[in-house]
């Protein structure tokens, strides 16, 4: 058996783990029915033992209501699998309601517990691989290991080797629920694992929502790298405290409709909602009652972890039936967060206050539950500011904890005292989804240190989001603040300093600027052409300064051909609002509707232009691009732009598009927060180019040898030939084959991200071979590499088909005179090369070129040629990784450009030919060359005899090219030139370069 089977690497290691956590073991053979465990295969629950737990546990519960317990276990079904699961885990949690006689015949209602979560060593753990379930009439089903707590199968575990992915265990998770559906009606956790990667899941979720756990006893309390990932996860979530403690707070189930969607927490939020648990039993018990500011990065669940903490708070024994208050600043907000909260089955504590008045009588009764409000109902009432009143107090009990959503500036003004005036002995928690700012030491200062942190780079690294990248288009238009205010000074600069600020506050130099005609259409025509050009089918945003603005972007939009379905989304009244404004006022009800088919992939309405609503708070996984043209700061820029940053299917991340300029806002946005957070929020464009050409530069490397430039351009014959060839080359050798799939993987789903950028067309075509090559490599191969979705893959290829067909041929050096012969030698060309703004661009443009024409002025001369793209690739990485400047990379590749331009009259010199100066380079190279005269005589020699004994098709008869070696020794010899193997190695293939042809092409 081989050591890497998952036997031996995966499935019997985790077995160990967890005997080392208190589990007992049982191999799947002694669990069959014969051995009286359950009555038939097809039986999940372990009858007895759920028995002898029940009993256990509900000592003063007859046998007989046991029985009946067991029953309803058993019987469970609903119309679907999602809802039976949800059911059983009400159950689970809360117990099964029975009805029984007691030893007098008395009626008696009773609560049956299924597990005891006081108590964790009064249940019993099981640890079963190898569990056989089979269904008549449908194929049996052997899982790999089961976890029973006192005889229910609350976890599955589906193991592959570490030679296999991930995703191929999680597939066949997906076929097990057709197979042997029972099992999952019990289930509360699903992992899956090769060792290398394990991640772990909920029922309902596909497979990106699968994630990986971090932590034992707290979230980073192991060494990343030396602890298998398996264990990690088995010693963290599965001891048995905590696997007891996760069953019974952190799951939960989103009820909408006819749909269930189950949730389970991921790492950050089981350990630091603990956390701020044991927190607020501090508060509740000191003069100090904050509990901690929580701060979880935007679209990393922050909403969700705040109902774990209000699910795990209520059921507070210390707190004695709270009240929770949760506090926003804007109603829509409120609406979006209420709503997450109400989807849940804390949905029968949830109150929403719907005036001053009405908050104010709910916070004063003495029963708890769940308050949503804004901030602004903490105000006086027209009477008390009429009478000149104080804040009053609302109540004085203890048991209150305020939750503030977006805990930031406004949490702690006038409202914010209001508040803690009318809840004086109240406990205060912050929730965040951005960063706090260095500066800003209110925030900590009221809600207390951090409860939690998750930063966007953790999230982005646990796949919990995607990254985010950023490009700035049309730079030219960049409006600062600096350059607008020396404008208006300018042109105001006769008119007295009262009728300027007049003038200031009356026309909007910013938006004038922003909403001009011809810089709108310009705009508009590019987001068309720009959405339209996207790989993956999703959806987007555009930001507007403003609502006439936003207006008339629709307008200009809706002009373009092939403008897909677009709407506003903005405030309004028709009473108030121009009659332009109308068509795009919508109810409530309206933008309910709106934002439903938004957020559905599958309704033709692509993209919104918003201006303020739907920036914070609004969760739309499909939206993958955000088109800003308007002005943003500190943590509105930082809301706005991770609302595309939200998993789904084929997105590998977000893309910010900027039209106004927010590169230095965004600098300064995150200048002010802390050192660790400056360069976590956004990518550059660029970098995302840099990293697709490394992942290009990586794919090409395994078809050295092969010419597939322009390729399209062949005969289906010379098509055929070459396909042919890339294919015996990568089949050569399995790893090779292996990687060289894996990385046209990741090749495609980079050039998905920067396929609309200039820098990238001119690769376009060779992407496209890459990807034909590795989809009749997995056609035709038996080694099939899974670990990323062909269909995603095809889908990419389709749409960037799509996108070639659709895009115009532009010049991809950025400069103005595109039919101009551009020459690395002319005096001239670094001033072309300054047109390109874009440094690292002048920087590839000059690369290329050069490598151009390296290949054309030696491209006989193997040896000089690979001296010269070493140096290259050395500068080249030099210069990525810092080492060198700009102005240092340019010096060199032109001091590589003035040799390469200097050849043909160093060869002229020496009298050689193009053909004998390659000969020379290699001889030359050698310690033992001291006379140019000696060498000179060897290369001619060498290069008239080999000439005179080539026969037609020389290179493909073995005994030929033997002759060849024999003829390059004997001259070398007799020259008593040193001729070790390297040296008539690297001659042979020389010859073979220049003359594999010969004489048919002389």
Not at 405 to 421: G, I, P
Request: charged content about 30%; hydrophobic content about 35%.
């Amino acid at each position: 058996m081989s050591v890497l089977s998952e036997n031996n690497l995966v499935e019997q290691p985790a077995l160990e783990w967890l005997k080392e956590e208190g589990w007992e073991y049982l191999h799947g053979s002694e669990l069959i029915p014969e051995k009286g465990e359950r009555d038939s295969f097809s039986d999940v629950i372990l009858k007895r033992r759920l028995l002898e737990s029940l009993k256990r546990i509900n000592p003063h519960v007859p046998e007989e209501a046991l029985e009946e317990v067991y029953k309803k276990l058993f019987t469970i079904v609903y119309p679907d699998l999602a809802h039976t699961n949800f059911h059983f885990h009400r159950l689970l949690v809360n117990g099964v309601s029975i009805e029984y006689r007691d030893s007098k015949g008395n009626l008696k209602s009773d609560i049956v517990k299924l597990i005891d979560f006081e108590n964790p060593e009064n249940n019993s753990f099981l640890a079963v691989n190898q569990f056989a379930v089979k269904e008549e009439n449908k194929d049996g089903v052997r899982f790999d290991v089961v976890l029973f707590i006192n005889g229910l199968p609350i976890a599955l575990f589906e193991l592959k080797s570490a030679l296999k992915s991930v995703k191929s265990a999680y597939n066949q998770l997906q076929n097990y629920k057709e197979l042997s559906p029972q099992i999952f009606y019990y289930n509360e956790i699903l992992a899956i694992s090769n060792l290398v990667e394990t991640k772990v899941g909920s029922l309902t979720a596909p497979y990106n929502r699968f994630f990986k756990w971090r932590g034992i006893k707290d979230k980073y309390d192991y060494e990343e790298g030396k602890i298998p990932s398996l264990e990690v996860l088995i010693k963290g979530l599965f001891n048995k405290n905590r696997i007891l403690e996760y069953i019974k707070d952190f799951v939960v189930f989103e009820v909408d409709k006819k749909t269930v969607i189950k949730k389970i927490a991921m790492y950050h939020q089981f350990y630091d909602v603990r956390k701020a648990i044991a927190n607020t039993l501090k508060a509740l018990n000191s003069h100090d009652k904050r509990i901690g500011t929580f701060w979880h990065t935007q679209g990393s669940g922050k909403s969700l972890s705040m109902v774990f903490y209000v699910r795990k708070a209520i059921k507070l024994e210390e707190l004695k039936n709270p009240t929770i208050v949760i506090l926003t600043d804007r109603t829509d907000l409120d609406d979006q967060l209420s709503k997450t909260f109400l989807k849940t089955e804390l949905k029968d504590y949830v109150e929403v206050a719907d005036s001053v008045k009405d908050l104010r009588e709910k916070l004063n009764k003495n029963s708890g539950g769940i308050i949503f409000t804004t901030i602004q109902k903490f105000q006086l009432t027209e009477e008390e500011k009429t009478k000149g009143k104080e804040f009053p107090v609302i109540s004085e009990r203890e048991n209150v904890i305020v939750i503030a959503d977006e805990a930031h500036r406004s949490q702690y003004k006038t409202l914010a005292q209001n508040v803690r005036k009318a809840l004086p002995n109240a406990m205060f928690i912050g929730f965040t989804g951005t960063p706090i700012e260095t500066d800003d030491r209110s925030t900590t200062a009221t809600f207390g240190d951090y409860a939690g942190i998750y930063t966007m780079k953790q999230a982005t690294e646990d796949g919990a989001v995607v990254p985010i990248f950023y490009e700035s288009r049309f730079a030219e238009l960049h409006l600062s603040e600096h350059f607008l205010d020396l404008e208006f000074e300018d042109i105001t600069k006769d008119i007295e300093e009262t009728q300027k600020e007049k003038l200031k506050k009356k026309f909007s130099t910013l938006e004038i600027l922003v909403r001009n005609p011809d810089r709108m259409k310009k705009i508009a025509e590019d987001i068309v052409n720009h959405f339209n050009s996207l790989e993956l089918d999703t959806k987007a945003m555009v930001v507007c300064i403003s609502r006439a603005a936003a207006v008339e972007m629709y307008n200009y939009m809706k002009q373009q051909k092939n403008c897909p379905e677009i709407a506003v989304v903005m405030s309004g009244s028709k009473s108030h609002d121009p009659q332009e404004f109308w068509e795009h006022i919508r109810s409530k009800q309206e933008l309910k509707e709106l934002a439903e088919r938004f957020k559905n992939p599958k309704d033709p309405l692509k993209i919104v232009i918003v201006v303020d609503m739907w920036l914070t708070g609004f969760d739309a996984p499909v939206v993958s691009t955000m088109y800003i043209d308007k002005p943003m700061k500190n943590h509105t820029l930082l809301q706005a732009i991770a609302r595309v940053n939200r998993v789904y299917p084929g997105k590998e991340g977000g893309l910010i598009i900027d039209y106004i300029g927010i590169t230095d806002d965004l600098r300064k946005s995150l200048s002010v927060y802390t050192k660790d957070i400056v360069e976590e929020s956004i990518i550059p464009i660029d970098e995302a180019i840099k990293i697709m050409f490394e992942k290009y530069d990586i794919v090409r490397s395994y078809l050295r040898g092969i010419n597939y430039k322009d390729w399209k351009s062949k005969s289906n014959v010379e098509q055929a030939r070459l396909f042919s060839e890339s294919y015996n080359k990568l089949t050569q050798n399995q790893e090779e084959l292996r990687e060289f799939l894996k990385q046209v993987s990741a090749l495609t789903k980079a050039y998905a991200l920067v396929s609309t950028t200039n820098e990238v067309i001119e690769i376009r075509d060779d992407v496209e071979f890459f990807q034909n090559i590795a989809r009749m490599l997995r056609r035709y191969t038996s080694s099939r590499v899974v670990d990323v979705s062909e269909k995603v893959e095809e889908a990419i290829k389709n749409l960037v088909d799509r996108a070639i067909k659709a895009s115009k041929v532009k010049n991809i050096f950025g400069i103005d005179k595109p039919d101009e012969e551009i020459s690395i030698f002319d005096p001239d060309f670094l001033k072309y090369l300054d047109r390109i703004s874009n440094k690292n661009t002048r920087v590839k443009v000059f690369e290329k070129l050069l490598e151009d024409e390296i290949k054309v002025k030696l491209k006989k001369n193997r040896a000089k040629r690979k001296s010269f793209q070493e140096r290259i690739e050395k500068i080249i990485q030099q210069y990525n990784n810092r080492i060198l400047t700009y102005e240092d990379v340019i010096c060199q590749l032109k001091t590589l450009a003035e040799e390469l331009k200097n050849i043909q009259s160093c060869r002229e010199k020496l009298g050689l030919t193009e053909e004998e100066e390659a000969f020379y380079d290699i001889l030359a190279s050698s310690s033992d060359c001291k006379y140019d005269e000696k060498v000179i005589k060897i290369v001619k020699e060498l290069t008239q005899r080999i000439k005179s004994e080539l026969t037609v098709d020389w290179y493909r008869s073995e005994q030929s090219k033997a002759k060849v070696r024999s003829i390059i020794k004997r001259i070398l010899r007799k020259h008593k030139f040193k001729k070790d193997d390297k040296i008539i190695e690297l001659i042979f293939r020389q010859v073979a370069e220049i003359y594999k042809d010969y004489p048919l092409v002389a």
